[in-house]
């Protein structure tokens, strides 16, 4: 029982991150027929759209949209590269550009939370480590369940953010990208582009199963 355990858990949390690397991979390879890089392409739709003041930039961090800055970051395989992979994935990050220009609600709802989960996740990280130290100390009654309260609401704040982050993530994938890229790659490529868009979307299910995960750890070295 245990190993099947072992095996669901596996399938649940890590499956999905490995799934979106395999998509990610397996379209990388350098298409002499494109015309532009990923860092191209994004410029390009940024112009065509005619959003102003967004940057495309190179960034050793992951590939993302910073609204703050307003900068479209692309990894240097997918700036640099003429894959199905790097033009798709630059897509789907000027996705978010387009969402940030027309006010798309739940995007500014993220931007805002962001923030407040990193806290937060932190804040529950001491609070778990510290509740039973601060119940031998002050014996109150309640006082270990009100720690171990704020604990969870901190790590639930996190994962929140991450099932928020499901809705923009696809909107941005299939609503915005995807439109985009029948205009620039040929039509034999569109399912592969599908496969690609969703592995980006995937990213963000791995992590908040990640933050699922985490609070079940915590809770179990509690439990002890």
């Known amino acids: 029982m245990l190993i099947i355990a072992l095996v669901l858990v596996a399938a649940v949390f890590i499956l999905p991150n490995y799934w979106a ?13 494109y015309p532009g890089s990923g860092g191209e ?9 005619g959003i102003e003041g967004v940057e495309v930039e190179v960034t050793e961090y992951g590939d993302h ?42 995007l500014l709802a993220r931007t805002r939370l962001v923030g407040v989960a990193q806290q937060a996740e932190k804040l529950g990280a001491v609070l778990m480590m510290a509740a039973p130290f601060l119940f031998i100390l002050t014996r109150l009654p309640g006082g270990m369940l009100i720690v171990v309260l704020a604990a969870l609401i901190s790590f639930g704040t996190a994962a929140l953010v991450h099932l928020i982050t499901l809705p923009v993530e696809f909107d941005a994938s299939f609503q915005r990208a995807l ?6 790659i040929p039509p034999y490529d569109m399912p ?33």
């Open 41 to 49: 392409l994004a410029r390009h739709l940024l112009e065509r759209l």
């Open 65 to 106: 949209y910073d609204p703050a800055a307003r900068r479209v970051r692309l990894s240097p395989e997918h700036y640099e590269g003429r894959s199905l992979t790097a033009v798709t994935v630059a897509a789907h990050e000027v996705g978010h550009a387009i969402q940030h220009a027309r006010g798309y609600t739940p």
């Open 192 to 224: 592969a582009a599908r496969h690609v868009l969703t592995a980006c979307a995937f990213t963000y299910v791995a992590a908040s199963l990640a933050s699922i995960l985490n609070l079940g750890r915590w809770l179990v070295i509690l439990r002890r």
């Open 21 to 33: 690397k395999w998509v990610l991979n397996r379209h990388a390879r350098q298409r002499s027929d």
């Open 179 to 184: 439109p985009l890229l029948k205009q620039y």
